[in-house]
């Protein structure tokens, strides 16, 4: 079955600080995969989605980046972090139409 | 570009009350359509989609919606609520051209009280 993997749980970071966000896909290959955020009353925010290896796609210029080394990961950067980037970080890979998302990651910049 | 619009942002309803969280999007071809529930402390959860046929969808606990083509309207109803179903409610679309994403709704947070 497929299932999807992210990592860590929950982040506090300094100011200024990197960020590395990891997500990896079991039990599917070549998947379509996602990175949302989601803010209190603000609902779920496309980031960025990625259809293969090395293909990456911005929704949104902000202060994130984001890769995907190897077909089943897809990882979100940022050099150096700022306040406005807390929040709650999904990754989604979709399944017939529809998303299956991970556990998320709760980041609070400090 | 699509987008999705949620009526409420905050629901209030006692247990056997009965639900209807509006959701209305944007885009004037065909699409798929999706609730999404999150319950407290836990990640998202498929609650029921539409992609074509019947408009009256049905899913899990209970829960269906309407798909009304004209409105462009998927409203999420329940004859009568539980205090499980304390959760943040998402709407969301996803246009059928080429590639497209997901598009969601700000959510509704629902909250029963028992």
């Known amino acids: 079955s497929q299932t999807i993997h992210q990592w860590p749980a929950t982040l506090v970071q300094p100011v200024g600080s990197p960020l590395s966000l990891e997500c990896t896909v079991e039990g599917t290959s070549n998947p379509n995969l996602y990175w949302y955020r989601q803010a209190a009353g603000r609902g779920l925010q496309l980031l960025f989605y990625?259809?293969?290896?090395?293909?990456i796609s911005s929704e949104v210029p902000q202060n994130l980046s984001a890769s995907r080394p190897q077909d089943r990961q897809f990882i979100l950067s940022s050099k150096k972090l700022l306040l406005s980037d807390s929040g709650f970080y999904l990754c989604?890979?979709?399944?017939?139409?529809?998303?299956?998302f991970g556990s998320g990651t709760r980041l609070t910049v400090v | 570009a699509q987008s999705v619009s949620q009526h409420n942002h905050h629901v209030i309803l006692s247990e056997a009350a009965s639900l209807e969280l509006g959701c209305n999007y944007s885009?004037?071809?065909?699409?798929?359509l999706f609730w999404y529930v999150q319950y407290p402390g836990q990640h998202l959860q498929l609650l029921l989609k539409y992609f074509s046929g019947d408009p009256l969808v049905k899913g899990i606990k209970g829960f269906e919606a309407e798909f009304i083509k004209s409105k462009f309207s998927f409203n999420l109803r329940k004859p009568s609520v539980q205090w499980s179903d304390t959760a943040e409610y998402f709407c969301a679309v996803n246009p059928l051209s080429g590639y497209s994403t997901l598009t969601f709704g700000k959510g509704t947070m629902l909250l029963v009280s028992p």
């Open positions: 885009y004037g071809g065909t699409v798929n």
């Open positions: 990625s259809v293969g290896i090395g293909q």
């Open positions: 989604a890979w979709d399944e017939n139409y529809g998303y299956t």
